[in-house]
């Protein structure tokens, strides 16, 4: 797997609008875009350092995705994203040594660009994507 860099962490909050004070006004980042998302039932904030992001993914509804992880697990990383050249092939190899896949094949993020998520109980209690940017 030839992994290129980390892309973003992905953090789940329960006020996103609260959050992004945090980042601005004390980290001094700066908030690119906010973006809803129906289909997943969120809203996400969205910050670059350098070559990599984080996403502050706030849940719109209780039971949505993030809703039931900060029920669940309370606020915090949600998820860590890797850059790969090849996302069919890192997918392929990481299955070939174990790893179990949530997403067998790549999907189409929100962001428009290829992604797949490696299930926690194979990487160690953290929810890994890999993601394939556009060239």
Same mark, same amino acid.
């Given at each position: 797997?030839?992994?290129?860099?980390?892309?973003?962490?992905?953090?789940?909050?329960?006020?996103?609008?609260?959050?992004?004070?945090?980042?601005?006004?004390?980290?001094?980042?700066?908030?690119?875009?906010?973006?809803? $998302?129906?289909?997943?039932?969120?809203?996400?904030?969205?910050?670059?350092?350098?070559?990599?992001?984080?996403?502050?993914?706030?849940?719109?509804?209780?039971?949505?995705?993030?809703?039931?992880?900060?029920?669940?697990?309370?606020?915090?990383?949600?998820?860590?994203?890797?850059?790969?050249?090849?996302?069919?092939?890192?997918?392929?190899?990481?299955? $070939?040594?174990?790893?179990?896949?949530?997403?067998?094949?790549?999907? =189409?993020?929100?962001?428009?660009?290829?992604?797949?998520?490696l299930?926690?109980k194979?990487?160690?209690?953290?929810?890994?994507?890999?993601?394939? =940017?556009?060239?």
């Amino acid at each position: 797997m030839e992994i290129t860099h980390l892309d973003h962490i992905a953090i789940a909050v329960k006020n996103l609008d609260e959050k992004i004070k945090y980042y601005e006004n004390v980290l001094g980042l700066k908030c690119n875009s906010i973006d809803e $998302s129906r289909t997943q039932k969120t809203r996400t904030a969205y910050f670059t350092i350098g070559q990599t992001k984080i996403y502050l993914i706030e849940s719109t509804e209780p039971y949505g995705p993030i809703g039931r992880f900060i029920e669940n697990k309370g606020e915090g990383i949600h998820h860590i994203s890797f850059a790969v050249k090849d996302l069919p092939a890192a997918l392929k190899e990481a299955a $070939s040594k174990g790893v179990q896949l949530i997403d067998t094949e790549p999907k =189409l993020s929100p962001e428009g660009y290829y992604i797949a998520y490696l299930h926690p109980k194979s990487t160690h209690g953290v929810l890994t994507q890999l993601c394939e =940017l556009p060239k």
